[in-house]
């Protein structure tokens, strides 16, 4: 799996867009990024993954650039509650299950 | 819809002994693997676990075990605990081995404390 480069730590105004940069450089042709974040004391949870295009759901959209050597979570609309850590992973989107994580970037959102 | 149920939630036990966590993963949810999260190393794979075969496993000795059941329930066991063992041990449970397979979804964890 590719590796992953990513801020330590950022912050965010609640209410402001938080943009979190994820560099890929080594990525392949068939690997896909995923975006998961983990509160404090909680399991990691799923937000977003793309190939190519740029995605969107109800949580987060992800831009990857055209290269794909790098990609951009985007939180529209930051609450306190999206504190947390926020981890981009890239690997193919079939077989194993595994996910390889880095030490991603500890968004805080303040008041 | 029911999520990852990890049991028991918080653990302590003292060095040498073994233990043994339960992982229930989401319903219809075929492949189950775990992971470890320590200050000092963060989150790291253990193995995982798909129609009660292991398919892939972490960089870890063999004190660390697992297995899977027909309903695909999963257990880890860790042998002869050490200080270093204390952590967080998470359970993540993915669809089947399709092309949602890297989706998972985790449960809140087991604390394990060694002392």
């Known amino acids: 799996d590719a590796k992953t480069t990513q801020p330590p730590s950022m912050d965010c105004a609640e209410g402001r867009a938080a943009n979190l940069p994820c560099n890929h450089s080594t990525i392949s042709g068939n690997e896909y990024v995923y975006w998961y974040r983990q509160i404090h004391s909680q399991g990691p949870q799923y937000i977003i993954h793309g190939l190519k295009n740029n995605e969107t759901n109800e949580m987060a959209s992800l831009i990857i650039t055209e290269d794909r050597k790098s990609s951009t979570l985007i939180l529209p609309h930051a609450t306190l509650r999206d504190t947390a850590v926020y981890y981009c992973i890239v690997r193919v989107r079939s077989g194993y299950s595994t996910l390889t994580f880095g030490k991603g970037t500890m968004l805080l959102v303040s008041p | 819809k029911a999520g990852v149920t990890q049991t028991p939630r918080y653990l302590i036990k003292t060095r040498g002994q073994q233990v043994t966590l339960s992982c229930s993963p989401i319903s219809g949810h075929r492949s189950v693997s775990w992971y470890q999260q320590t200050p000092g190393q963060g989150l790291q794979f253990l193995f995982e676990?798909?129609?009660?075969?292991?398919?892939n496993k972490g960089n870890f000795p063999g004190r660390f075990s697992g297995r899977q059941f027909s309903n695909s329930r999963s257990e880890m066991n860790v042998s002869t605990l050490e200080l270093g063992d204390s952590a967080l041990y998470l359970c993540?449970?993915?669809?089947?081995?399709?092309?949602?397979?890297?989706?998972?979804?985790f449960g809140q964890g087991t604390r394990l404390t060694v002392v």
């Open positions: 676990y798909f129609s009660e075969t292991q398919r």
């Open positions: 993540a449970s993915s669809p089947d081995d399709s092309i949602l397979a890297t989706e998972a979804f």
